[in-house]
């Protein structure tokens, strides 16, 4: 049977333009993507949060692969926990590149990967859990710790005895009394505890036979860096003193409304960035609301300066002091009394800071014209028709008007006498009709009429 001449061709240009188009099939297809983050710190919520979104910009870009780049000494447990779950859970394959340490909190977070890599001279273990104290913390705790680690370990085929000899020596007859595991690179590789020995990143993505992969490094956006910015102990302090200092003149003239107003948005600056890192417990929001409602008690509700006001400045305050230490539902076991002395330490030198700075700037800040707005500059003398309301009592019931705006201080005009004058309620316009309700050793005070 003779083959059709013309068959013959078109089969050698199918053929050939399959040969021409395959690279570029292979091409379109795309290759595939790595992202790699770093976690060189102490685990906290700090690095909770890091991952977290992480794991979200993995996701958004399509990543095949995670690979995580790890060097940590170990951190709170609730917070490893947290990570070691988001791991995981993620449906995509995550490995983890241990530079040097991964001990305590930070082997947890390693039994989690697909896949471990070590670099020459690595370690991993240690994961006992201690106290503020760095002694062993109650035998609860390391129940919990050494059955996470055994859990851990079964999900990815790693052996989960040694995971809990980690933990505890008891569970391990090699080791003594009083001692815990830690592998070393060629320890780990030996027990099948790591997949790989590499020096870099890349030597790890070779040995993954990602070497051609696309690869993107996790950097954190602009919201992330205004939240670190807001997070340091300087400008913490700075805002603690807005917020006292704020609270401090509403108490001393009622009414005015900006120096609460900015205790309110340095509130703000000083506990969204907390609270978005984990830091800020809801008992300890709470606690400055419960606070800050016993100042606005203080302020609009009861009379004078006493118990209430001093009691909401100390509730806010310490409130706002705790929110930089990370306890976990009050349980202050694995804060260390260092951690909580340097929060104190931090949050005074951020105010001495602002202070010196203040003072520093005080004169121009007086003299500028945006204070003309707020500042009394005028002097008021008697032979001007002002007199002091001191011995006023008989001005009590007398009406009169308002001879400036009060908001809610100013000067009203009784019997063609200027007396200086604070609202009761609100504010009142000049030329309103008023009447005195009480004096004070330096004002009168008014209600508005009609």
Request: glycine share 8%; charged share 15%.
């Amino acid at each position: 049977m003779k083959t059709n001449p013309k068959h013959q061709y078109l089969r050698a240009l199918y053929l050939l333009l399959t040969l021409l188009l395959l690279p570029s099939l292979s091409f379109a297809q795309g290759k595939p993507k790595v992202f790699v983050m770093e976690v060189k710190s102490e685990i906290d919520p700090r690095t909770n949060r890091y991952t977290k979104i992480a794991f979200e910009a993995a996701t958004e870009a399509g990543a095949d692969h995670v690979l995580l780049v790890l060097d940590t000494f170990g951190g709170a447990l609730n917070d490893a926990d947290e990570i070691r779950k988001r791991i995981l859970n993620y449906p995509k394959p995550v490995y983890v590149f241990i530079d040097n340490n991964a001990a305590s909190a930070g082997a947890l977070i390693s039994l989690a990967c697909d896949s471990i890599y070590m670099s020459p001279g690595s370690n991993i273990g240690a994961a006992t859990v201690v106290g503020a104290d760095g002694a062993a913390a109650p035998g609860k705790y390391q129940s919990y710790m050494r059955s996470i680690m055994r859990s851990t370990a079964e999900a990815n085929g790693r052996n989960p005895h040694m995971a809990e000899a980690m933990v505890e020596a008891s569970v391990d007859s090699t080791l003594s009394a009083g001692q815990v595991l830690t592998l070393t690179t060629t320890e780990a590789v030996k027990y099948g505890f790591c997949d790989g020995v590499a020096n870099d990143v890349t030597g790890v993505l070779a040995q993954l036979h990602l070497q051609n992969a696309e690869v993107i490094h996790f950097q954190p956006g602009t919201a992330d860096g205004i939240i670190s910015f807001f997070l340091n102990p300087f400008i913490s302090g700075i805002l603690l003193l807005i917020i006292i200092g704020g609270l401090y003149f509403e108490l001393q003239t009622p009414g005015v409304g900006f120096p609460l107003m900015a205790a309110i948005v340095a509130g703000m600056f000083y506990l969204v960035p907390y609270y978005l890192n984990g830091l800020a417990e809801n008992w300890e929001i709470l606690m400055f609301v419960a606070g800050f409602i016993l100042i606005l008690l203080e302020v609009f509700v009861i009379p004078g300066f006493g118990i209430t006001g001093i009691s909401g400045i100390l509730l806010a305050v310490f409130a706002l002091v705790l929110m930089m230490v990370n306890n976990y539902n009050f349980d202050f076991t694995f804060v260390p009394s260092e951690d909580l002395m340097k929060s104190l330490i931090s949050v005074v030198v951020g105010m001495v800071g602002a202070g010196v700075l203040i003072a520093l700037t005080w004169n121009r800040l007086v003299s500028s014209k945006a204070m003309d707005r707020v500042v009394l500059r005028n002097s008021f003398q008697s032979d001007e028709g002002y007199r002091s309301t001191t011995s006023a009592e008989h001005l009590v019931g007398k009406k009169g008007i308002a001879h400036t705006r009060m908001s809610p201080t100013g000067r009203v005009m009784i019997d063609t006498v200027i007396y200086d004058a604070q609202a009761r309620d609100g504010f009142i316009e000049k030329g309103d009709t008023i009447e005195v309700i009480d004096q004070s050793t330096f004002s009168l005070r008014v209600k508005k009429l009609g």
